[in-house]
């Protein structure tokens, strides 16, 4: 086996959330409304649906894909850091996702506010405010 000068590609982390959702498309025009995503690639089957797609929220890169038996759709929990949760949680709203709770301080030092989109994935939206106690 040859190694690559570096085993993880440009521009991503250790750790890249795949999220496996039935209307990719769909949720890729929520992320780009919701959370200022920029759509990076997107390829799709022959019958229409989305093989791969990717990303990029902030500095993190998070890849999708529709379910294609046997893998079945899932949806996922991701903890978004922002600068603002207050603002990025009403703009998700707007953008169609359903509240799971509004921002409230948080013991640990956060922000947080939850929305689930339209593919059944749990956004909790945090900005830290304070160090943890």
């Known amino acids: 086996m040859t190694k690559t000068a570096n085993a993880v590609p440009e521009g991503f982390h250790t750790v890249t959330p795949y999220l496996?959702?039935?209307?990719?498309?769909?949720?890729?025009?929520?992320?780009?409304?919701?959370?200022?995503?920029?759509?990076?690639?997107?390829?799709?089957?022959p019958d229409g649906t989305v093989q791969h797609a990717e990303v990029r929220i902030g500095d993190s890169i998070v890849m999708m894909g529709e379910p294609q038996l046997p893998h079945e759709a899932m949806p996922?929990?991701?903890?978004?850091?922002?600068?603002?949760?207050?603002?990025?949680?009403q703009r998700a709203l707007r953008?169609?996702?359903?509240?799971?709770?509004?921002?409230?301080?948080?013991?640990?030092?956060?922000?947080?506010?939850?929305?689930?989109?339209?593919?059944?994935?749990?956004?909790f939206i945090a900005t830290r405010i304070a160090k943890a106690e």
């Open 76 to 89: 996922a929990t991701i903890l978004l850091y922002v600068a603002d949760a207050d603002a990025i949680y």
């Open 20 to 45: 496996v959702v039935s209307g990719v498309g769909k949720l890729i025009d929520f992320l780009k409304q919701a959370f200022d995503a920029r759509e990076i690639q997107r390829h799709q089957r």
């Open 95 to 123: 953008a169609g996702a359903k509240s799971l709770r509004e921002p409230a301080d948080q013991p640990y030092g956060d922000r947080t506010g939850g929305v689930e989109d339209s593919a059944g994935n749990k956004w």
